[in-house]
Nanobody, 111 residues
Framework: QVQLVESGGGLVQAGGSLRLSCAAS????????MGWYRQGQDEQRWWVAS???????FYATSVKGRFIISRDNANNTLYLQMNNLKPEDTAMYYC?????WGQGTQVTVSS
């Protein structure tokens, strides 16, 4: 079992920044692949970014150059630094690993 707890969401103006955190606990290995997803008003859950077991990072086209995914292996925490936020980034953001999901953290970007 893996427990994931996201935090760091909030309301921000367009052009602003937020940093999301995902604290992982349970049967998690230090280099497990992990990712961020988001679900907006369309109710679809879209992939945003991920970090592989080898530490390589990958980004959706819509966030590349604005978001940075990183991890603190010592503390089993995944981060998503979000810069130059746009109203279309408004969504519930979830982290995931090994098929487990957190409860999400809401990000709202006002224009």
């Amino acid at each position: 079992q893996v427990q994931l707890v996201e935090s760091g969401g909030g309301l921000v103006q367009a052009g602003g920044s937020l940093r999301l955190s995902c604290a992982a606990s349970g049967t998690i290995k230090v280099d497990d692949a992990m990712g961020w997803y988001r679900q907006g008003q369309d109710e679809q859950r879209w992939w945003v970014a991920s970090v592989s077991t080898g530490g390589k990072t990958f980004y959706a086209t819509s966030v590349k150059g604005r978001f940075i995914i990183s991890r603190d292996n010592a503390n089993n925490t995944l981060y998503l630094q979000m810069n130059n936020l746009k109203p279309e980034d408004t969504a519930m953001y979830y982290c995931s690993t090994q098929g487990f999901w957190g409860q999400g953290t809401q990000v709202t970007v006002s224009s």
